[in-house]
């Protein structure tokens, strides 16, 4: 079936270091399946972080990036150098735009970033 | 001005209660979801619609009604709240068109059911 999983947390970095979250999909039912990460801040709702939509190209905001590579099944998410804001809960997930155009989430990954 | 409101945003519930979660969206957008979240556990779709007046099951319907009175407004219906409903529930709603299945979240509301 169609799935996702991503790096377990909680993750814990200090403020500058570089951050890699790891996100492989299986799209099985989905034929042009789209990538996204979504972040939780505290007390928030999910917040779109970025989305590709077409194997090969990469996504960016907020300093973040992801590559939608559809030979290794991933769409991890890095970032060179983290700021204590950027502490979340950060989700992966794949896209059908047909049908029910549902999203499918990973279990996300909390990130803690220490001043 | 948030697009995708819930209300309450925390609820206390009695096991064998009925609770309502309901969900207004200013997106104008067809498609509208209710999904769970639980401790280590991504989100997971309860119910979602397409059309007012219509309402379809996601993975995890059990235990779960939904109603679309209006292309605006979905509500979640828990007839007899049970233990293992305490999550937090998100709203989210899509335009559905395009070659993207963006959607857009609510704030999410915490159920606890004693």
């Known amino acids: 079936g169609d799935s996702v999983t991503q790096t377990e947390g909680p993750v814990t970095v200090s403020e500058s270091e570089s951050l890699i979250i790891n996100c492989t999909y299986s799209?099985?039912?989905?034929?042009?399946?789209?990538l996204f990460w979504y972040v939780r801040y505290p007390g928030e709702g999910l917040q779109l972080l970025l989305k590709?939509?077409?194997?090969?190209q990469k996504g960016s905001s907020r300093g973040f990036e992801a590559t939608y590579n559809k030979e290794t099944t991933s769409f991890h998410l890095q970032k060179a150098s983290v700021q204590e804001s950027d502490s979340a809960v950060y989700y992966c997930?794949?896209?059908?735009?047909?049908?029910?155009?549902?999203?499918?989430f990973g279990s996300g990954t909390q990130l803690t970033v220490m001043p | 001005e948030a697009a995708v409101t819930q209300s309450p945003r925390s609820k206390v519930a009695v096991t064998g209660g009925k609770v309502t979660l309901s969900c207004h969206q200013t997106?104008?957008?067809?498609?509208m979801y209710w999904y769970r979240q639980d401790t280590g556990h991504g989100l997971r779709l309860i119910h979602y619609?397409?059309?007012?007046?219509?309402?379809e099951k996601g993975d995890i319907p059990d235990g779960y009604k939904a109603s679309r009175p209006s292309q605006e407004n979905f509500s979640l219906i828990l007839e007899l709240a049970s233990l293992s409903q305490t999550a937090v529930y998100f709203c989210?709603?899509?335009?559905?068109?395009?070659?993207?299945?963006?959607?857009?979240f609510g704030p999410g509301t915490r159920l606890t059911v004693l």
């Open positions: 997106n104008n957008h067809d498609y």
């Open positions: 997930a794949l896209g059908d735009p047909s049908g029910s155009w549902q999203l499918i």
């Open positions: 799209a099985t039912s989905i034929a042009y399946p789209n």
């Open positions: 619609s397409y059309v007012a007046d219509s309402t």
């Open positions: 989210a709603s899509s335009p559905a068109r395009g070659d993207y299945a963006e959607q857009f």
């Open positions: 590709v939509i077409t194997a090969g």
